[in-house]
């Protein structure tokens, strides 16, 4: 299917489990972006990717980790979840930033127990 | 410090009324805007921006101001519809940084019938 896709959609974790977010897109666009999304806060950035290999904190990176081996795909692990890492997850790419859109995953809701 | 603000959580309109949604920025270096909308269990999708060099750029009902001296922007949607329900979020890339786009915390507007 083309266009970006998230899995899974739904997850319940338990504190103190690693958890891995998939992201994957098929435009070949060079930056993919994961956020989060909670409420009072908006959209936070966690971690961007400009290309393979290059990855940058957000705002918010603290608990999780990524990698880009592929252009395609970029995933987002929870090394050792905690409760406040329950959240709404949306994986986003875009051709160049700037002026170009960003174009969103449909989100994985995770809930940490 | 949030360098792109949505001061208002939420926003109830009548159907066939307009909407005035309201976003500031604080960051003088921002010369391009973007909106996003977003429904519930999707993630959000490209709606409209706007050039630093312009201050009105239009698309169908919507149609979004820049006042760059207040350093305020709006989204105006004319006439609202109950579709129009969403999450909409005001961004904003930065040109003296990573050009990465900051979010607004979004304004919840509910358009009844």
């Known amino acids: 299917d083309a266009g970006i896709t998230q899995s899974p959609r739904y997850k319940i974790t338990e504190t103190g489990r690693q958890v891995t977010l998939m992201c994957h897109q098929t435009w070949s666009h060079s930056y993919m972006f994961w956020y989060r999304q909670d409420l009072g806060h908006g959209l936070r950035l966690i971690y961007y990717s400009a290309a393979a290999d290059i990855t940058d904190k957000g705002e918010v990176p603290d608990g999780y980790v990524v990698s880009r081996s592929k252009t395609e795909n970029f995933p987002l692990t929870l090394e050792s979840a905690t409760r406040s890492q329950t959240s709404v997850y949306f994986c986003?790419?875009?051709?160049?930033?700037?002026?170009?859109?960003?174009?969103f995953g449909p989100g994985t809701r995770l809930t940490v127990l | 410090d949030q360098q792109v603000k949505q001061n208002s959580p939420s926003l109830s309109v009548q159907e066939g009324r307009i909407s005035i949604l309201n976003c500031d920025y604080t960051n003088s270096m921002f010369d391009y805007f973007l909106w996003y909308k977003k429904y519930p269990a999707e993630g959000p999708t490209f709606l409209i921006s706007i050039s630093s060099i312009k201050d009105k750029n239009e698309d169908g009902r919507f149609t979004v101001f820049l006042n760059k001296s207040a350093k305020h922007l709006s989204l105006h949607i004319v006439p609202s519809q109950p579709g129009d329900s969403a999450v909409y979020f005001c961004?904003?890339?930065?040109?003296?940084?990573?050009?990465?786009?900051?979010f607004g915390r979004g304004t919840s507007l509910i358009v009844h019938p």
């Open positions: 961004a904003a890339p930065s040109r003296g940084g990573s050009y990465i786009p900051t």
């Open positions: 986003a790419s875009t051709l160049n930033v700037g002026r170009d859109e960003q174009f």
